[in-house]
């Protein structure tokens, strides 16, 4: 018997299901209709529950066992029985029938949260966060921690990464950023705006994302773009990445940036190497390496001056009324610096005090500090502290996010990383490729696409995020590139 043939075709069944189970949560979230909300959320734990039993399936664990003592592998084989290995050993530890009904469970919360958002009934999502909170603190204990629960959870998302550690990131970073919004807030010049008021289309909109992601190497042939409540990417498996994105009639940037950034997740998974396909390698090395190619080219690529250099006209013929707005007026407008409610729109300034309020929070609830049903309340107070804005309703408060009703606890903490990947990563890329500026102004950005698949698209999962920022960058993770960057910038732009 090859071993390493039945290994490698055991985790093309599960990759076969995984996709089909990716298709389901995709349509679940753009096309489902509300009727089939519930005989859906029976498929998906009835899958669910088969992929994870072949995860954590015995023959598996041999297969492992004597690959793990090979010497001959290739880097790539070696790196699946690892990343594979681990992953096994972590989900042994959760019984099949507990998965699948946390599957369940998480599947009726998302509907429900859907619907309590709409209403801003925060009473009507309480029993499914908490039924989710109880899953999560499980999981946990079966996974099992040194420190805190929390540690557990994380380590789904950001291998090698603890709470103690990110409290290390999370206290410098807030020492830096908060005295610096108070200087744009007081010292500086806020861009001009008014000239972004005004009723535009949502299909007009969609055209315009549709050439921006086409322009920044987005290949329609394996994706597509639909509607979502809440964007996001979805990997149906090989060729077929899709992307989904919420525009709003009264801000012609907000879609246009979401689609940017669910472009930069889809453009990593795009350039993932074939052969790491259905290995347990095809996807990013973390969240938070993930969150940082779709940061950089929302907001490194699509704020910078040269972007709207090039996108002006673009901008200008689906929206006749900026013909006559230049693009360093649109530049500094896409760049507001403004305390505000909802995280997905938040600007690069205060962005990762969303998810320090967010990790406070949420490691709160795993470690029983906090209670589901004081959340609101405790939301409102730890906004006025990290933003000095409150929201007036849950569905702008405890209700924005669907991560929670999906039971992703220890997601959010990646968000913050991968701003601060995205801003060391960058400027390695400008440091190496020439002239990048100059090839956005005229609406290249193929030279950088072609460096990010090189340094870090291909690998998938083969490097652990640190190690990965390092054979990037030659520097282990720093967080003084994203202060530097964003220092530098909103001086210029807020004059400083």
């Not at 790491?276 to 699509?302: C, F, K, P």
């Not at 600007?347 to 004081?374: C, P, Q, S, W």
């Not at 072609?450 to 054979?471: A, C, Q, S």
Request: aromatic content about 12%.
């Amino acid at each position: 018997m090859d071993i390493l043939a039945a290994y490698k075709e055991h985790l093309r069944e599960i990759g076969k299901l995984s996709s089909a189970l990716s298709l389901l949560h995709w349509d679940q979230r753009t096309q489902l209709p509300n009727g089939g909300q519930e005989t859906r959320a029976e498929v998906v734990g009835k899958l669910t529950k088969m992929v994870f039993e072949l995860s954590i399936a015995d023959k598996l664990g041999r297969y492992l066992e004597e690959l793990e003592k090979r010497e001959d592998l290739s880097e790539e084989e070696s790196a699946s029985v690892r990343v594979v290995g681990k992953a096994y050993r972590r989900n042994k530890a959760i019984p099949p029938d507990f998965y699948e009904r946390f599957a369940i469970a998480a599947s009726k919360a998302e509907t429900t949260w859907e619907k309590a958002k709409e209403r801003s009934d925060f009473l009507l999502f309480r029993p499914h966060l908490e039924e989710m909170v109880e899953y999560a603190r499980q999981f946990a204990e079966y996974y099992g921690y040194k420190e805190s629960p929390y540690d557990a959870l994380i380590e789904e998302y950001e291998p090698g990464m603890t709470s103690r550690e990110l409290r290390a990131v999370i206290e410098p970073l807030r020492q830096e950023l908060v005295p610096f919004i108070k200087r744009l807030q007081e010292e500086g010049t806020p861009p001009e705006t008014d000239f972004l008021r005004g009723t535009f289309s949502k299909e007009e909109q969609r055209s315009l994302s549709l050439q921006a992601l086409r322009t920044i190497g987005y290949d329609f042939d394996a994706g597509r773009l639909d509607p979502a409540v809440h964007p996001f990417t979805s990997s149906i498996g090989p060729g077929d990445v899709r992307v989904t994105t919420r525009f709003l009639v009264d801000d012609p940037l907000s879609g246009l940036f979401s689609s940017l950034h669910e472009g930069g997740h889809a453009l990593y998974d795009q350039g993932i190497a074939p052969k790491l396909r259905w290995t347990g390698l095809d996807e990013g090395a973390s969240y938070g390496i993930h969150e940082s190619q779709s940061r950089m080219w929302e907001n490194l690529v699509g704020r910078s001056l040269p972007f709207w250099t090039f996108f002006q006209p673009t901008f200008a013929s689906t929206f006749p009324a900026f013909s006559g707005i230049s693009a360093e007026a649109l530049y500094r407008a896409a760049n507001v610096v403004e305390p505000s409610l909802i995280r997905v729109e938040a600007d690069e300034v205060t962005y990762n005090l969303h998810i320090m309020l967010r990790f406070e929070l949420e490691e709160g609830l795993i470690t029983g500090k906090i209670a589901a049903g004081d959340l609101p309340e405790l939301w409102r107070d730890a906004m006025d502290r990290y933003l000095g804005v409150v929201p007036e309703k849950d569905a702008d408060g405890a209700l924005q996010d669907v991560h929670w009703s999906s039971g992703l606890f220890g997601y959010f903490p990646s968000y913050m990383l991968g701003n601060l990947y995205s801003s060391q990563i960058f400027a390695c890329a400008q440091k190496e490729v020439p002239d990048l500026d100059t090839h956005f102004a005229r609406g290249d950005f193929a030279p950088l696409l072609t460096w990010l698949r090189e340094r870090v698209h291909r690998f998938g999962m083969i490097y652990e995020p640190k190690d990965l920022v390092k054979r990037i960058t030659g520097e282990d993770p720093d967080a003084s590139y994203f202060v530097r960057y964003i220092e530098e910038k909103y001086s210029q732009i807020y004059k400083l």
